[in-house]
């Protein structure tokens, strides 16, 4: 089983909007900081939003007004709401998770957005 499982990827024209999710298994306890991460082919895995247990946010500044991140801890799932994409937005989105004892990655969903 995995640990995380991310979903909501796909193919979009620019100006819409997708809805990633990342759910983490019970086997993950006290959660303390959720992100998201992307990488293009040929760049440098780069923080697109993170949120931590005190619901404190950062975004990157590419994603600004566009992007929302959000979790349901009853769920233990945590979101990535993306609206208004570009196709500069198009990579391989990672969800990260972060407890006392490990850190945990997402498989990977493919985001491709069309001019």
């Known amino acids: 089983q995995a640990q995380l499982v991310e979903s909501g990827g796909g193919l979009v024209q620019a100006g819409g909007s997708l809805r990633l999710s990342c759910s983490a298994s019970?086997?993950?306890?006290?959660?303390?900081?959720m992100g998201w991460y992307r990488q293009a082919p040929g760049k440098q895995r780069e923080l697109v939003a993170s949120?931590?247990?005190?619901?404190?946010?950062v975004y990157a500044d590419s994603v600004k007004g566009r992007f929302t991140i959000s979790r349901d801890n009853a769920k233990s799932t945590m979101y990535l709401q993306m609206n208004s994409l570009k196709p500069e937005d198009t990579a391989v989105y990672y969800c990260?998770?972060?407890?006392?004892?490990?850190?945990?990655w997402g498989q990977g969903t493919q985001v491709t957005v069309s001019s």
């Open positions: 990260n998770v972060r407890n006392s004892l490990s850190n945990y």
């Open positions: 019970g086997s993950i306890f006290s959660i303390n900081y």
């Open positions: 949120i931590t247990g005190a619901r404190i946010t």
